[in-house]
């Protein structure tokens, strides 16, 4: 079914955060999501005490999520990984009730969405290149 759970997680980890199309999540995606966020945050501009702030971020959200997530302990977040995660840490919980590095991992993607900062993600936060 094309909008199952399954189908959606893919989805979102494939082209969200697996930034070098590998088809796992690691240590090298964080740090390439700092980039993104510190070029989107400062529209094009990326300071590097910023980019600074936002590698440290990146790299100790990493940790607390292959924490969660990483079961092998092999370095790579598998999608099925990734999504036993989610079902263990957060499904039937209240947002307030996730793990820390889960909250923050989707704010901090939300974030990029909402280009605006109006604090939400909606048509005019889609540019499409022609």
């Known amino acids: 079914?094309?909008?199952s759970w399954d189908n959606r997680?893919?989805?979102?980890?494939?082209?969200?955060y697996d930034i070098d199309n590998n088809g796992f999540l690691d240590q090298n995606d964080f740090l390439c999501m700092a980039v993104r966020a510190c070029v989107v945050e400062g529209k094009g501009d990326c300071s590097s005490s910023r980019l600074?702030?936002?590698k440290k971020l990146m790299t100790n959200l990493w940790d607390e999520i292959s924490a969660i997530a990483d079961d092998d302990k092999d370095g790579k977040i598998s999608n099925q990984e990734f999504k036993d995660a989610v079902k263990k840490t957060c499904v039937g919980k209240k947002y307030e009730e996730f793990p820390?590095?889960?909250?923050?991992?989707?704010?901090s993607n939300f974030k990029l969405l909402d280009i605006d900062s109006d604090g939400i993600v909606g048509v005019k936060n889609i540019v499409i290149a022609v």
């Open 1 to 3: 079914m094309a909008y």
């Open 52 to 54: 600074d702030d936002y």
């Open 9 to 16: 997680v893919d989805f979102v980890v494939r082209y969200m």
């Open 100 to 107: 820390q590095a889960m909250r923050a991992f989707i704010e």
